[in-house]
């Protein structure tokens, strides 16, 4: 009676044993993928000085680039490849201003990189990210312009 309790119970085990078969493991892949992002200020306006530099600061408010990606900015018009603009005034005339990446620097040019924003990084990598223009100096009296056109870019480091 005893061994035939013991060879139920065995045969149960054998049987429950069988009835779970081989355990399979799944997986699961999680991603997420966040774009990249940016707001850049670059003041619309420069009113320059007779006798004194002018500065003029691109910034970056807000950066959130991945890490092959930078944020470049050129003056890509409006200077020419010595490194001056030319403003025109108003009734005929025109009058140079050397523009520089420092203070009586070497001229910038349209392929001058003005600022390299990376990463979360808002301050400028490559490139001071502020213009400096040089004093107008002695000119006819009236009213110059002229208009810088700015290049903002992504690129692949």
């Known amino acids: 009676k005893k061994m035939k309790k013991l060879m139920t119970g065995v045969?149960?085990?054998?049987?429950?044993?069988?009835?779970?078969?081989?355990?399979?493991?799944?997986?699961?892949?999680?991603?997420?993928?966040?774009?990249?992002?940016?707001?850049?200020?670059?003041?619309a306006s420069v009113v320059l000085n007779k006798d004194t530099v002018v500065t003029q600061t691109i910034?970056?408010?807000?950066?959130n680039m991945t890490p092959t990606?930078?944020?470049i900015v050129k003056v890509t018009n409006?200077?020419?490849?010595?490194?001056?603009?030319?403003?025109?005034?108003?009734?005929?005339?025109t009058a140079k201003v050397r523009v520089s990446?420092?203070?009586?620097?070497?001229?910038?040019t349209p392929t001058t990189i003005v600022a390299d924003f990376r990463n979360q990084i808002t301050t400028s990598q490559t490139g001071t990210g502020t213009l400096y223009y040089s004093a107008v100096g002695s000119?006819?009296?009236?009213?110059?312009?002229?208009?810088?056109?700015?290049?903002?870019?992504k690129a692949t480091i």
């Open 101 to 108: 990446l420092s203070q009586n620097g070497a001229g910038i």
């Open 78 to 93: 409006g200077v020419d490849n010595s490194g001056y603009i030319t403003l025109n005034r108003t009734g005929g005339g």
């Open 11 to 43: 045969l149960a085990l054998a049987i429950a044993g069988a009835m779970m078969g081989p355990v399979n493991a799944e997986s699961t892949s999680v991603t997420y993928n966040q774009s990249s992002s940016y707001e850049i200020t670059i003041p």
């Open 59 to 63: 910034s970056m408010k807000s950066i």
């Open 139 to 153: 000119v006819n009296s009236g009213s110059y312009s002229t208009t810088l056109t700015f290049t903002v870019s």
């Open 69 to 71: 990606e930078k944020i």
